[in-house]
């Protein structure tokens, strides 16, 4: 099975633009969570998504959005772009049938802000 | 407010040495409990997991885990360390099954 996919791997924007990125679960996974990882504060969630519902959300404030398509691909979007907005941005899907199984991440989409 | 938390940043062993990142969490209700690893420029690959089948969780690698109740804690263990070891080790913890908390981080430098 191919892994969880990101697109874009980089991504070069300036303050004030806006930004979406792609994530493709493994096949046959419904859920997809969304995380920025940023030096020293770790892994920060943002939010999860279950059937094209988003079922959890992080404390994130507005700018930060996301999807789900009924393929369970799922994007998330960031407008208004601010400097501190600068990390590593990962997506995890969890496979179906009962809790607490075990997340899969992409390799992350690297997003710089200038 | 339910969290994990990593202690020390940053960890250097000599190879062949006892590899030991500690984890605890707070909450009174024991979570489910994961160890991820990083490697430079990639995604979180799962260690192991901690369900409640087992207190000491066995992973990949020759990584092992104990589940202890009473201190809250998750440390992962590695009896030697390998220069391929060397990488950035979350903890994270869930008790919905739907949302997870990860701890900040620890960044494991092996020597040679």
């Known amino acids: 099975k191919a892994g969880v996919t990101q697109t874009p791997r980089y991504l070069i924007k300036t303050r004030g633009q806006q930004v979406t990125l792609s994530c493709s679960p493994i096949?046959?996974?419904?859920?997809v969570s969304w995380y920025q990882q940023t030096p020293g504060q770790g892994l920060q969630f943002l939010f999860e998504y279950f059937s094209e519902t988003q079922r959890n959300k992080g404390n994130f404030p507005g700018r930060f959005s996301g999807r789900q398509f009924s393929n369970s691909r799922s994007e998330m979007n960031v407008s208004t772009l601010e400097l501190g907005d600068s990390a590593l941005y990962l997506c995890?899907?969890?496979?179906?049938?009962?809790?607490?199984?075990?997340?899969?991440f992409g390799p992350g989409t690297r997003l710089t802000v200038l | 407010a339910q969290s994990v938390t990593q202690l020390g940043s940053h960890v250097s062993v000599s190879e062949g040495a006892l590899v030991l990142l500690r984890c605890n969490y707070s909450?009174?209700?024991?979570?489910?409990l994961f160890w991820y690893v990083q490697y430079p420029n990639q995604g979180l690959q799962l260690l192991l997991k901690?369900?409640?089948?087992?207190?000491l969780v066995k992973g990949i690698n020759g990584f092992e885990a104990e589940f202890k109740k009473s201190e809250t804690s998750f440390h992962l263990t590695k009896p030697s360390a390998h220069m391929s070891d060397a990488a950035e080790y979350f903890c994270a913890v869930s008790w919905t099954g739907n949302q997870f908390y990860f701890g900040t981080g620890t960044s494991l430098t092996v020597i040679p």
């Open positions: 909450s009174s209700v024991p979570p489910y």
């Open positions: 995890a899907s969890s496979p179906p049938g009962g809790s607490y199984n075990e997340q899969f």
């Open positions: 901690y369900t409640s089948a087992a207190t």
């Open positions: 096949s046959g996974h419904r859920s």
